[in-house]
């Protein structure tokens, strides 16, 4: 059973940059795909970014492509993503979650956090 626990949320600018971080514990990190999820209210939940087992495989969802970084520390057991340039659209829940395949499905994600809340003012 792996526990993720996000953090970095909070309220920014338009334009402005923020770091959420991702703790896991409780399973072999390096064995799981991270993958970075989104949902706003009233919509479904969104692809953001994933990066393969060892960091060397990223993949990022339209929307973010260009402003965000997913980067992972597998001897932290630590998932980052850094978002750049940031709109009122990338407004959202974010959630951390892991995955045995390199995948961009959020099905297929196994485990999940509970969720930083990111708002963008304009």
């Known amino acids: 059973q792996v526990q993720l626990v996000e953090s970095g949320g909070g309220l920014v600018q338009a334009g402005d940059s923020l770091k959420l971080s991702c703790a896991a514990s409780?399973?072999?990190?390096?064995?799981?795909?991270m993958g970075w999820f989104r949902q706003a209210p009233g919509k479904e939940r969104e692809f953001v970014a994933i990066?393969?087992?060892?960091?060397?495989?990223?993949y990022y969802g339209e929307p973010v492509k260009g402003r965000f970084e997913i980067s992972r520390d597998n001897a932290k057991n630590m998932v980052y993503l850094l978002m750049k340039r940031l709109k009122p659209e990338d407004a959202a829940v974010y959630y951390c979650?892991?995955?045995?395949?390199?995948?961009?499905?959020?099905?297929?994600?196994?485990?999940w956090g509970q969720g930083t809340q990111v708002t963008v003012s304009s």
């Open positions: 409780g399973g072999v990190f390096n064995t799981y795909v």
């Open positions: 979650a892991a995955s045995t395949q390199l995948v961009v499905t959020d099905s297929e994600y196994i485990y």
């Open positions: 990066v393969s087992w060892n960091g060397d495989t990223r």
